[in-house]
T-cell receptor, first 116, second 112 residues
Framework: DGGITQSPKYLFRKEGQNVTLSCEQNLNHDAMYWYRQDPGQGLRLIYYSQIVNDFQKGDIAEGYSVSREKKESFPLTVTSAQKNPTAFYLC???????????????FGSGTRLTVV | GDSVTQMEGPVTLSEEAFLTINCTYTATGYPSLFWYVQYPGEGLQLLLKATKADDKGSNKGFEATYRKETTSFHLEKGSVQVSDSAVYFCALMGGSQGNLIFGKGTKLSVKP
């Protein structure tokens, strides 16, 4: 079955460390997204990519970096410059602009990152 | 720019009560509209969608009608269950890049 996989499910980071969250999809979707969700809050867009080797900053890109070397993969690195990284991170993918029954995002199950 | 406003929660209901979660939007053109549901500790799942005015999306007893005249897409269910306890997000997809724009989410708690 096609889907989007995030790993790990739980991740612990020490102060000053960089960590990378994995997101892989086998849906043949062109666009991929990273969101951050804080407790009781909505979703905030970190980065997105509409095509391989290209990506754009979202609303809260500072302290994060991404790459899109393959269509299937869109890893997110949380750098030491991100001062408050504890949050739930969600990855999503879609075919941009597709309306009708297949339009909309597919989400992964999330990674919970905690600073220790 | 495009935006989505949904009622703030939390919403607490007894089992078998009627549910309405209000959602209104601002957008140019004719966006597609969505409701997503997030169960505790999980990602978001598509609940229902509508792509043009007067369309009704429905799934698992939930319904929402795309009302262009009132720019609304309210979520309703006639009889909620404890298993419906979750956070519900209204969203629109518009513009040339097709990015989803989310409301802030409404937490629903259903008591037995």
């Amino acid at each position: 079955d096609g889907g989007i996989t995030q790993s790990p499910k739980y991740l612990f980071r020490k102060e000053g460390q960089n960590v990378t969250l994995s997101c892989e999809q086998n849906l043949n979707h062109d666009a991929m997204y990273w969101y951050r969700q804080d407790p009781g809050q909505g979703l905030r867009l970190i980065y997105y990519s509409q095509i391989v080797n290209d990506f754009q900053k979202g609303d809260i890109a500072e302290g994060y970096s991404v790459s899109r070397e393959k269509k299937e993969s869109f890893p997110l690195t949380v750098t030491s410059a991100q001062k408050n990284p504890t949050a739930f991170y969600l990855c999503a993918s879609t075919i941009p602009g597709l309306r009708g029954p297949l339009g909309g995002y597919t989400f992964g199950s999330g990674t919970r990152l905690t600073v220790v | 720019g495009d935006s989505v406003t949904q009622m703030e929660g939390p919403v607490t209901l007894s089992e078998e009560a009627f549910l309405t979660i209000n959602c209104t939007y601002t957008a140019t053109g004719y966006p597609s509209l969505f409701w997503y549901v997030q169960y505790p500790g999980e990602g978001l799942q598509l609940l229902l969608k509508a792509t043009k005015a007067d369309d009704k999306g429905s799934n698992k007893g939930f319904e929402a009608t795309y009302r262009k005249e009132t720019t609304s897409f309210h979520l309703e269910k006639g009889s909620v269950q404890v298993s419906d306890s979750a956070v519900y997000f209204c969203a629109l997809m518009g513009g040339s890049q097709g990015n989803l724009i989310f409301g802030k989410g409404t937490k629903l708690s259903v008591k037995p």
